[in-house]
């Protein structure tokens, strides 16, 4: 027995010549469901980033006229800036490089995703959160001069200020890597040629 080719459902197929079974993987790339689920975390994470960095900047403003808000004293504060660099300020003045990084890496999340079990939804959510934060501050490098729109501060011994795509690629990429780590074997398998 084989894939079938019309519904993409799995079956045994003989692996070797002593009778022993092999299970063929069900890629993500042929479920509406992870489809759905990949997506709908994709879409969410950049409508709440891109939404949040608006409001953020049309509120506090930018500059020297800039105001800052408190959410919780002492601990969480709003205060707007924009980062020539990568995350945590890292080589400012290279948004071109950035640009291609991030367009690289989101072909490879898609990749990732359509070779992926049909069945690892935390792994599509993980790959989802990748997919929103790295497209969310690629949208700032390409419409806001090489800059991304940062804000939010968290005021105990932590200098850096980021925002809602640096907090979901900060949250995706360590959740992939579990996702990875704690996969059956059964489930790693590529494709055979």
Known sequence: ??????????????????????????????????????????????????????SAFAHLGYGDGASSYVIIPGILELRTTLNGGAVFGIGKGMSLLFILVSLLAMAFVVYVFMSSDRRHWLMHVALGLILAGAAGNLYDRVFNQGMVRDFIYIMHDWPWIFNVADAMLCIGVPLLILCWIIQTPRHRNLPSK
């Open 1 to 54: 027995m084989s894939i079938s080719e019309n519904t993409g459902t799995s079956a045994s197929v003989p692996s070797d010549n002593l009778g022993k079974r092999s299970v063929v993987p069900q890629y993500a790339a042929t479920s509406l469901y992870a489809w759905i689920c990949f997506l709908f975390v994709a879409v969410v994470g950049l409508t709440a980033d891109l939404s949040s960095k608006q």
